[in-house]
């Protein structure tokens, strides 16, 4: 069964780059039968979908966020990474990696269990 | 601002039927999946493909889609179905992926 774990810095200064990395164990994610995205939630608030990316590389964002974010994907090394650029204190919040299938209707069906990001100086 | 709206909140009595909707113009064309979070944990897919459950999911949870609404239905609320609900689905460009704003279900 595929497992996904979300690490890095848990703060992050204003202005700066936050970077993420998803950790995949239990399944290669060498396939286009799945992507694999990034999904945040800022404290008391709902849930909003970054991203996603093939292992080919191919990546799609959300106008909201496109020209600060960038998905990346290291498939030796069964990982994928999220770049936001120029982060302020709205981008704290608690980040998930989860895994989509997009011949069946986007459903996100494996999730991290999230890692919180502070943004403060 | 999110395209998908769902009611921030719904309470149903244990035991009794609840409907949650989304509604938004992209669902005219492609169904929304829906997402169970508890306090403090991951979301977790509860249906997909309109009336689809994920293994492991109760059969109490169904799905449907009309128009440009999609609702999840629970028949019989337990009190372990108290959680935010929120639904996901392309928007109407196709290219992009959304969130609905979420729905806090209590199970009175």
């Known amino acids: 069964q595929m497992q996904l774990q979300e690490s890095g810095p848990g703060l992050v200064k204003p202005s700066q ?5 998803c950790s995949v164990t239990g399944d290669s994610i060498s396939t286009n039968s799945y992507y694999y995205s990034w999904v945040r939630q800022s404290p008391g608030k709902g849930l909003e979908w970054m991203g996603y990316i093939y292992y080919s590389g191919m990546a ?14 290291d498939n030796p090394n069964n990982q994928f990474f999220l770049t936001l650029t120029s982060v302020t204190a709205a981008d704290t919040a608690l980040y998930f990696c989860a895994r989509g299938r997009p011949q069946s209707d986007d459903a996100f069906d494996i999730w991290g269990q999230g890692t919180t990001v ?4 | 601002s999110s395209e998908l709206t769902q009611d921030p909140a719904v309470s149903v009595a244990l035991g009794q039927t609840v409907t949650i909707t989304c509604q938004g113009d992209g669902l005219k064309y492609y169904s929304a999946n829906w997402y169970q979070q508890k306090p ?14 994920p293994s492991g999911i109760p059969d109490r949870f169904s799905g449907s889609n009309s128009g440009n609404t999609a609702s999840l239905t629970i028949t019989g609320a337990q009190a372990e179905d108290e959680a935010d609900y929120y639904c996901k689905s392309r928007d109407s460009s196709a290219r992009y992926l959304e969130f609905g704003g979420g729905t806090r279900l209590t199970v009175l």
């Open chain 1, 118 to 121: 502070t943004v403060s100086s």
């Open chain 2, 40 to 53: 403090r944990q991951a979301p977790v897919l509860v249906m997909y493909e309109r009336n689809t459950r």
């Open chain 1, 17 to 21: 780059t936050l970077s993420l990395t």
């Open chain 1, 60 to 73: 799609f964002y959300p106008p909201s966020l496109q020209g600060r974010v960038s998905l990346s994907v």
